[in-house]
């Protein structure tokens, strides 16, 4: 499922018009980036909570020329599903 696909399914289920369920849709995403954003998690009871993994400063190698580098620290986005989303899938 892509997003117009979402928007149209959501549009379908809340009896909305298109053009308001791509607003919730879009509202959606951007307050959960925003908060991932400032490093909050944001958690929706019975579906997951989304979060932040922070990753530390590594070393790997070039698979090409084989050199040795440091990969720099980053954040991550990570998703754990809720136990209602697991038991839904079996």
């Not at 959501?10 to 400032?38: C, F, H, N, P, S």
Request: glycine share 12%.
């Amino acid at each position: 499922m892509n997003k117009s696909e979402l928007v149209a399914a959501v549009a379908d289920r809340a009896d909305l018009k298109r053009r308001d369920a791509a607003a919730a849709v879009d509202a959606v995403v951007d307050v959960i980036t925003e908060k991932l954003g400032q490093g909050e998690e944001v958690s929706i009871i019975g579906f997951g909570t989304f979060g932040v993994k922070e990753r530390a400063e590594r070393t790997g190698r070039n698979p090409r020329t084989g050199e040795t580098i440091t990969i720099a620290a980053g954040k991550s986005p990570v998703f754990k599903a809720g136990k209602a989303l697991k038991d839904a899938l079996g």
